[in-house]
């Protein structure tokens, strides 16, 4: 009998996050979100931020002067005017190339790409089926 519970536990959704939310919304049998001009642009705003700030981060290069620097003096250092401050900040950079749909990302997509092209050499045959294909 434990063990029903106990999975029934485990089985349990834990609420909704603001992506299902969205997708209600648009199903809303009104249709008034599906219908707004602006609102799924806004939503996937929105989303996109969210996933920024759970995903993207700083990193800073080592510098060869402090190869083993703490976090409270990597902190020290940024709140501070003099010229290591300066050259800490202009040594961090900020890493977002997984977050689809971003600069970084594509960047990524498209090194990738090169690399495969290299390797594997170009390919033979390409195909589009659009409209000027027809013509």
């Known amino acids: 009998m ?18 299902d939310y969205i997708q209600h919304l648009i199903k809303h049998e009104s249709g008034r979100f599906a ?3 602006r609102f799924r642009f806004v939503a996937f705003k929105t989303i996109m931020r969210q996933q920024a700030r759970k995903i993207a981060g700083f990193y800073v290069r080592r ?7 703490t976090v409270e003096e990597l902190q020290d250092l940024f709140f501070n005017d003099d010229a290591k401050s300066h050259t800490l900040v ?31 050499g170009s390919a033979h045959l390409f195909v589009t089926f659009s409209a000027t294909d027809l013509h």
């Open 2 to 19: 434990n063990e029903y519970f106990s999975n029934q536990k485990k089985k349990k959704k834990k609420g909704f996050g603001y992506r």
């Open 35 to 37: 219908r707004h001009p």
């Open 63 to 69: 510098q060869a002067d402090r190869p083993d620097i």
């Open 90 to 120: 202009n040594s961090a950079s900020r890493l977002a190339n997984v977050i689809p749909g971003t600069r970084p990302f594509w960047t990524r997509q498209r090194n990738e790409l090169e690399a495969m092209v290299k390797t594997l």
